[in-house]
């Protein structure tokens, strides 16, 4: 009936005009995340789904890279499903993941051993050694990144060391994403956004060196084909469709670092604009058409304009994440309590953390569970609980891992006011543990800069729903984003506050240094190295 219905409409010069749906799917260290939305950036579905972090020696963090494909098929048919959409009315999707990651890829352009995500710092001789020769003021120079942040190529080093039989069977590698669009379309890509976090890679310039790969022992064919964020790099196939539940046919967008989807998703992508999220690791972003790019900091192009614009992204390696440890493994009574009331065990968890005053009754932490990025770039750093007393609670444990997260996010934001750069006077506050009024409060008196949040929670999936609609013609910019966007519960400073988490703060960075060494050592031992 509705073919003869098409043929008659053709022949009468009517003009049959199909719905258009978006899907955006994106890949956390901790999950991933999917989303459909509709020609008018409206949210018809949202799935997420957890993975394990598999951490099998000290140093190492990797994921099963089958979960990858497993967790984009379940959550794009639930989106689907949800959603209650035609599946060939999906036009576009594009997809993001938490950088640097790797998923090494043998001729069949199957996963050659677990995944790497950003946690793991296993390479750490290697960083040093690429850090004497070539030196990291070349590498610095050329990526506008550090090689402590272990980027692809440093990884790819430490398997050629201690798995060469592996090493001799890589064809490619990619990023997560980039292995999720080579099951989608069978091509292997990255984007502007992404290419840094493999390594080797010319920011200013989008390019890889290949003089330097060569020089390291690493294939450049194996690195994938660069394209801008707004590019589409192929159509589904139709082994990918029937897993996933899209249509064979439908564009895939080159992408963007995860980071990005949830600025674009916030509706943030002017110069100036401050975006903040607490997933597995805490981090904010701004945005900057200057290539001056600070040593002691992340940075990328920026999804719009992505070759000439760049988002620099400080970072402590456990935000979220130090959450989640603390309801993993102290939390079975919220975890019990959840599961017979239906109340998140991290909203349990924040009820405890605001009976706590500012500066946790004299409980400080140090929150490096998995060493730290900026600005210390310290892979041997770990967790240090300063002050116990018998006094303290399990609460005052809760409020006081929320301020050392505030603390290390903090000394970035210091850094980077004193660089000079735009910054907007809000900081906008998106995924992960953003969605704790606590903490976003305490960031708001540590900072001492007013905050909001954005009302639409679905975060980096729906940035890249968006991203693949502006890469398929469906919208002719990112503006429907900023016009959708509504932020919510708008926080000032409480200067009173502020001064006393300043005279914490100013302890936090001292015992840092005290202990600094001591890491060292600590790690050391665990190694079983004489010292």
Same mark, same amino acid.
């Given at each position: 009936?509705?073919?003869?219905?098409?043929?008659?409409?053709?022949?009468?010069?009517?003009?049959?005009?199909?719905?258009?749906?978006?899907?955006?799917?994106?890949?956390?260290?901790?999950?991933?995340?999917?989303?459909?939305?509709?020609?008018?950036?409206?949210?018809?579905?949202?799935?997420?789904?957890?993975?394990?972090?598999?951490?099998?020696?000290?140093?190492?963090?990797?994921?099963?890279?089958?979960?990858?494909?497993?967790?984009?098929?379940?959550?794009?048919?639930?989106?689907?499903?949800?959603?209650?959409?035609?599946?060939?009315?999906?036009?576009?999707?594009?997809?993001?993941?938490?950088?640097?990651?790797?998923?090494?890829?043998?001729?069949?352009?199957?996963?050659?051993?677990?995944?790497?995500?950003?946690?793991?710092?296993?390479?750490?001789?290697?960083?040093?050694?690429?850090?004497?020769?070539?030196?990291?003021?070349?590498?610095?120079?050329?990526?506008?990144?550090?090689?402590?942040?272990?980027?692809?190529?440093?990884?790819?080093?430490?398997?050629?060391?201690?798995?060469?039989?592996?090493?001799?069977?890589?064809?490619?590698?990619?990023?997560?994403?980039?292995?999720?669009?080579?099951?989608?379309?069978?091509?292997?890509?990255?984007?502007?956004?992404?290419?840094?976090?493999?390594?080797?890679?010319?920011?200013? &310039?989008?390019?890889?060196?290949?003089?330097?790969?060569?020089? %390291?022992? =690493?294939? $450049?064919?194996? *690195?994938? +084909?660069?394209?801008?964020?707004?590019?589409?790099?192929?159509?589904?196939?139709?082994?990918?469709?029937?897993?996933?539940?899209?249509?064979?046919?439908?564009?895939?967008?080159?992408?963007?670092?995860?980071?990005?989807?949830?600025?674009?998703?916030?509706?943030?992508?002017?110069?100036?604009?401050?975006?903040?999220?607490?997933?597995?690791?805490?981090?904010?972003?701004?945005?900057?058409?200057?290539?001056?790019?600070?040593?002691?900091?992340?940075?990328?192009?920026?999804?719009?304009?992505?070759?000439?614009?760049?988002?620099?992204?400080?970072?402590?390696?456990?935000?979220?994440?130090?959450?989640?440890?603390?309801?993993?493994?102290?939390?079975?009574?919220?975890?019990?309590?959840?599961?017979?009331?239906?109340?998140?065990?991290?909203?349990?968890?924040?009820? &405890?953390?605001?009976?706590?005053?500012?500066?946790?009754?004299? %409980?400080? =932490?140090? $929150?490096?569970? *998995?060493? +730290?990025?900026?600005?210390?770039?310290?892979?041997?750093?770990?967790?240090?609980?300063?002050?116990?007393?018998?006094?303290?609670?399990?609460?005052?444990?809760?409020?006081?891992?929320?301020?050392?997260?505030?603390?290390?996010?903090?000394?970035?934001?210091?850094?980077?006011?004193?660089?000079?750069?735009?910054?907007?006077?809000?900081?906008?506050?998106?995924?992960?543990?953003?969605?704790?009024?606590?903490?976003?409060?305490?960031?708001?008196?540590?900072?001492?800069?007013?905050?909001?949040?954005?009302?639409?929670?679905?975060?980096?999936?729906?940035?890249?729903?968006?991203?693949?609609?502006?890469?398929?013609?469906?919208?002719?910019?990112?503006?429907?984003?900023?016009?959708?966007?509504?932020?919510?519960?708008?926080?000032?400073?409480?200067?009173?506050?502020?001064?006393?988490?300043?005279?914490?703060?100013?302890?936090?960075?001292?015992?840092?240094?005290?202990?600094?060494?001591?890491?060292?050592?600590?790690?050391?031992?665990?190694?079983?190295?004489?010292?």
């Amino acid at each position: 009936i509705f073919i003869t219905f098409c043929a008659l409409s053709k022949a009468k010069g009517m003009e049959i005009s199909m719905a258009k749906y978006l899907a955006g799917l994106d890949y956390g260290t901790g999950g991933a995340k999917a989303c459909i939305i509709d020609e008018e950036a409206r949210v018809l579905s949202y799935a997420y789904r957890e993975y394990p972090i598999i951490v099998e020696h000290p140093g190492w963090s990797e994921h099963d890279p089958l979960g990858y494909w497993e967790a984009a098929c379940e959550l794009l048919k639930e989106c689907i499903q949800k959603a209650k959409v035609v599946p060939n009315e999906i036009v576009a999707i594009a997809v993001s993941s938490a950088l640097p990651c790797l998923v090494m890829l043998d001729e069949k352009g199957a996963p050659i051993q677990k995944a790497y995500n950003l946690m793991d710092k296993r390479a750490w001789r290697e960083a040093k050694e690429l850090m004497e020769n070539p030196g990291k003021e070349q590498i610095f120079d050329l990526s506008g990144n550090r090689l402590e942040d272990h980027p692809s190529i440093v990884n790819l080093l430490w398997e050629k060391k201690n798995r060469p039989e592996d090493f001799a069977r890589i064809k490619k590698v990619n990023t997560i994403d980039g292995y999720i669009r080579y099951k989608l379309c069978g091509s292997h890509t990255t984007n502007h956004s992404c290419g840094v976090f493999l390594g080797g890679y010319n920011i200013r &310039e989008n390019s890889f060196d290949k003089t330097l790969l060569l020089n %390291l022992g =690493i294939n $450049p064919d194996w *690195m994938p +084909e660069i394209y801008g964020c707004e590019d589409i790099v192929g159509e589904v196939n139709k082994t990918a469709a029937k897993d996933t539940g899209l249509s064979p046919g439908t564009l895939v967008s080159a992408g963007q670092c995860d980071f990005n989807a949830g600025c674009i998703g916030a509706g943030l992508f002017r110069e100036g604009d401050i975006n903040m999220n607490l997933g597995t690791c805490g981090n904010f972003g701004v945005i900057h058409k200057d290539s001056n790019f600070l040593d002691t900091m992340l940075a990328c192009a920026f999804t719009a304009n992505s070759n000439n614009t760049y988002i620099t992204i400080p970072t402590t390696t456990t935000g979220g994440g130090a959450i989640r440890y603390l309801r993993d493994f102290f939390g079975d009574a919220e975890k019990s309590l959840e599961k017979l009331t239906g109340m998140s065990a991290y909203t349990m968890m924040d009820m &405890e953390g605001e009976r706590i005053s500012p500066g946790s009754e004299g %409980l400080l =932490i140090l $929150p490096y569970l *998995m060493g +730290e990025r900026t600005p210390l770039w310290n892979s041997e750093a770990r967790g240090v609980v300063f002050g116990m007393s018998f006094h303290h609670t399990k609460g005052h444990m809760i409020r006081a891992m929320m301020e050392g997260v505030a603390y290390a996010l903090y000394s970035s934001f210091l850094l980077m006011k004193e660089s000079g750069k735009t910054m907007g006077n809000c900081i906008i506050f998106n995924e992960g543990g953003a969605s704790s009024r606590l903490w976003r409060k305490i960031i708001t008196d540590v900072f001492a800069v007013p905050t909001a949040m954005v009302e639409n929670r679905v975060g980096a999936p729906y940035g890249d729903a968006i991203l693949a609609g502006v890469a398929a013609g469906i919208f002719p910019d990112y503006q429907i984003a900023k016009d959708k966007a509504i932020y919510i519960d708008p926080l000032e400073p409480n200067e009173k506050n502020h001064q006393i988490y300043m005279e914490y703060y100013s302890l936090f960075e001292k015992l840092y240094r005290d202990v600094k060494d001591d890491f060292s050592i600590l790690a050391r031992i665990v190694k079983g190295e004489k010292l």
